[in-house]
């Protein structure tokens, strides 16, 4: 690893706020070039700032076409405000169609935390699922299981983990010979909650998209690399144009490949899995399709690189049809994380530097009141330089939780570089929305502390 590279440390304490470098680095796409319907707030400020195949699931949504989302939280600790950006988009996702799965990572927090899971069952229900509800998830769309309690989800970890070893793991998140091995089961059993919402038993093919910070990205890179392994099909970009799809033979299809155990080949067996493949891209509507058995290839010339997922997913359905897994590598979003109050990384095992929901009115102000500013060391000077808002924390917090409205913002940017507006002025307006919004959060927890039941799926209650 160069010494210039950043590294993603999902349990670690570190936090790389070089979005742009971690873009590149890490082979993300920025927001840029998708048009997103409806933009949330957080769309809408750049604070969700890239994907990874994103567009998957916007054209299943746009075509009517199911999709899901999963997210997993760490019952540990309290519920702060940082984590509920990532309901926020749970919920945007939950308004445009998208059938929501919550993984409670009670094996996880047990392995690497010590937290107990009959104390992971409390802390989920009551700090978290309670807080969703007031957060407005619609609990008849959404799910909550436990991993403890959903033997696909670990057993797609086990038969996954064949596919990978502790190079990769390596490299992918730094491990060594002193590193605890719950450290190397949690991320299998995290690809087994990504990748089980696909199974019949649970929805079936679907693209699944899961919103995260980037700190998650090492899962997902993960996940996405275990799941293509498994495909039986490889599409890919021709070499000029059009899209190329091979045989990805292995030990668990071979035999209906038509690859015999004396080494010779099942001509018929393999010209009837060709015959299925020629099948599949008809019903997609191409006629110009050329197949070679012979060869192991087929190839799409009138067929584009932006085709390359619908024909995968084509693929997958036939695949599975075969007797083979058929899972779809994930999507995923990532959104910038929220400073700490103080300035530092928002922590939940440090009060200071974070909001509770159950924060008392009080408390918050008294939070906001000693947040890191973004003003200058005396009124004449901050009135004469002007304040910095990507600085300043009240300024943050208005835009990443409590303030709706654009323009206002805006305004609010502008008078603060302009030094028309004070730090204390700032603080005094972040104060007054967070107080309303947790105010109103606070009465919505009673009003709909009834549904917290009714989130948890089947295996949950
Ligand atoms: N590892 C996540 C965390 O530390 C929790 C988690 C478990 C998760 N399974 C997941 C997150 C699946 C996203 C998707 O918070």
């Known amino acids: 690893m160069g010494e210039d590279e950043v590294v993603i440390d999902p349990w670690g304490s570190s936090q790389s706020t070089d979005y742009s470098r971690i ?33 998957v699931v916007l054209s299943s949504q746009k075509q009517g076409d199911p999709f899901g989302v999963l997210t997993g939280l760490m019952p540990s600790g309290q519920m702060h405000m940082g984590h509920s950006m990532v309901i926020d988009q749970v919920k945007w996702f939950q308004s445009l169609g998208g059938d929501v799965t919550i993984a409670v990572a009670d094996l996880e927090s047990q392995a690497t935390r010590g937290v107990s899971l009959a104390k992971g069952r409390q802390i989920a229900l009551e700090e978290y699922i309670s807080h969703y ?24 970890g086990f038969q996954l983990g064949k596919r990978t070893n502790l190079n990769e793991f390596e490299s992918i998140y730094g491990f060594n010979g002193e590193t605890n091995l719950a450290h190397v089961q949690a991320p299998l059993v995290q690809v087994g909650d990504i990748l ?25 890179r993960l996940t996405r690399g275990l799941a293509s392994k498994t495909n039986w099909f490889n599409v890919n970009d021709g070499k000029s144009s059009g899209v190329v799809i091979t045989l990805s033979i292995q030990d ?44 192991g290839v087929v190839s799409v010339p009138s067929a584009t690189s932006g085709d ?101 913002l805006a305004e609010m940017n502008s008078n603060y570089r302009a030094g028309k507006l004070l730090a204390g002025e700032m603080k005094q307006l972040c104060i007054d929305r967070a107080t309303t919004w947790l105010k109103d959060m606070h009465e919505m927890r009673d009003q709909t502390a009834h549904l917290v039941e009714e989130f948890l799926a089947l295996d949950a209650r």
């Not at 993300?28 to 809408?44: A, C, G, V, Y």
């Not at 080949?265 to 012979?294: M, Q, T, W």
């Open 23 to 55: 873009i590149d680095q890490f082979g993300l796409s920025s927001m840029e070039s998708l048009s997103i319907p409806n933009p949330s707030r957080l769309h809408r400020r750049g604070i969700v700032f890239a994907h990874r195949e994103l567009d």
């Open 133 to 156: 509800a007031a957060l407005g998830l619609d609990p008849e769309k959404t799910n909550v299981y436990f991993q403890s309690s959903r033997p696909v989800v670990q057993r797609l």
């Open 196 to 220: 089980h919402p696909q199974t019949e038993e649970f929805g079936g093919l679907r693209p699944i998209v899961v919103p995260v910070g980037v700190d998650q990205d090492p899962h997902l």
């Open 252 to 295: 668990d299809n071979a035999s209906a490949f038509g690859q015999l155990p004396n080494g010779r080949v099942d001509k018929e067996r393999l010209k009837s899995i060709f015959a299925g493949i020629v099948s599949c891209l008809e019903h997609l509507g191409y006629s110009d399709i050329l197949s070679n058995p012979k060869q």
């Open 308 to 408: 390359k997922s619908k024909i995968r997913v084509k693929l997958l359905e036939y695949e599975r049809s075969l007797g083979g897994m058929g899972l779809l590598a994930p999507s995923s979003t990532y959104h910038h994380f929220a400073v700490g109050l103080t300035g530092e990384k928002m922590s939940s095992s440090k009060p200071k530097t974070t909001l509770f929901l159950r924060d008392e009115l009080p408390v918050v102000e008294k939070k906001i009141k000693r947040a890191f500013s973004g003003g200058q060391a005396t009124i004449e000077e901050h009135r004469r330089l002007g304040g910095n808002p990507d600085i300043d924390v009240a300024y943050q917090y208005m835009m990443y939780f409590f303030e709706d409205d654009d323009a206002f």
